[in-house]
């Protein structure tokens, strides 16, 4: 499957770094390929809900990105606990990692991860049944989104169209809020931007919510 093909590229990956030199890698290249490989992984590993395995991968991740010094590395490894945190429902300690993903996001001026950190926590509220401040976290990342739509898109594990996603997550919130013209005017847009971006899956869901 899937999770068997990206553990033998790790290993692969692995000792490509270990021997600091492939073809014409550098150390450094075949290294943010293993952190890039662990990453993945470990996200693979949360959504099937193997909470050793995911916890093993992104330690990794996060060791090898200490030791290289990649700091938005370390914020996709945050991230990454922040989600594990918050399938376990440890919700605190999911909001640490979030909020420490998002202060290195910041510092690099990346606002995609802004985003996603922000809406995360966003989503956080939701957990807490506090619903006016998910909409406030969910309207800052959706500023956010209309800033850097296209670096948003391309990062890993993000929709084809991050705007569009923020509308269908304001949709939601609204629509749980009972506020049903404010959701179908949000799940409308959403759908709009996905069918401009060729987003099929996008803009079924957005549909959904109408």
Same mark, same amino acid.
């Given at each position: 499957g899937a999770?068997?093909?990206?553990?033998?590229?790790?290993?692969?990956?692995s000792q490509?770094?270990?021997?600091?030199?492939?073809?014409?890698?550098?150390?450094?290249?075949?290294?943010?390929?293993?952190?890039?490989?662990?990453?993945?992984?470990?996200?693979?590993?949360?959504?099937?809900?193997?909470?050793?395995?995911?916890?093993?991968?992104?330690?990794?991740?996060?060791?090898?990105?200490?030791?290289?010094?990649?700091?938005?590395?370390?914020?996709?490894?945050?991230?990454?606990?922040?989600?594990?945190?918050?399938?376990?429902?440890? /919700?605190?300690? $999911?909001?640490? #990692? @979030?909020? =420490? *993903?998002?202060?290195?996001?910041? %510092?690099?001026? +990346?606002? &995609?991860? !802004?985003?996603?950190?922000?809406?995360?926590?966003?989503?956080?509220?939701?957990?807490?049944?506090?619903?006016?401040?998910?909409?406030?976290?969910?309207?800052?990342?959706?500023?956010?989104?209309?800033?850097?739509?296209?670096?948003?898109?391309?990062?890993?594990?993000?929709?084809?169209?991050?705007?569009?996603?923020?509308?269908?997550?304001?949709?939601?919130?609204?629509?749980?809020?009972?506020? /049903?013209?404010? $959701?179908?005017? #949000? @799940?409308? =847009? *959403?759908?709009?931007?996905?069918? %401009?971006?060729? +987003?099929? &899956?996008? !803009?079924?869901?957005?549909?959904?919510?109408?």
């Amino acid at each position: 499957g899937a999770v068997q093909d990206l553990e033998r590229y790790l290993g692969i990956v692995s000792q490509r770094a270990d021997r600091k030199l492939f073809l014409n890698k550098t150390f450094d290249e075949s290294r943010q390929e293993e952190i890039e490989a662990c990453q993945v992984l470990g996200f693979a590993y949360v959504r099937m809900g193997d909470v050793g395995s995911a916890s093993e991968a992104l330690k990794r991740a996060l060791a090898l990105s200490h030791e290289s010094g990649d700091r938005r590395g370390e914020a996709r490894c945050l991230e990454g606990f922040g989600r594990l945190f918050r399938a376990l429902w440890i /919700l605190r300690r $999911a909001a640490d #990692h @979030f909020e =420490r *993903a998002l202060s290195i996001y910041i %510092e690099l001026q +990346d606002k &995609a991860g !802004e985003s996603r950190c922000v809406t995360a926590l966003g989503l956080m509220h939701l957990c807490r049944l506090d619903t006016r401040g998910c909409l406030r976290c969910l309207e800052e990342a959706l500023a956010l989104c209309k800033q850097t739509v296209q670096a948003a898109a391309a990062e890993p594990d993000h929709p084809v169209c991050a705007e569009a996603d923020c509308l269908a997550n304001i949709g939601s919130v609204h629509r749980e809020m009972g506020e /049903l013209e404010q $959701a179908r005017a #949000h @799940f409308a =847009r *959403a759908a709009t931007l996905c069918k %401009e971006q060729v +987003d099929p &899956a996008g !803009e079924a869901r957005a549909l959904a919510g109408l």
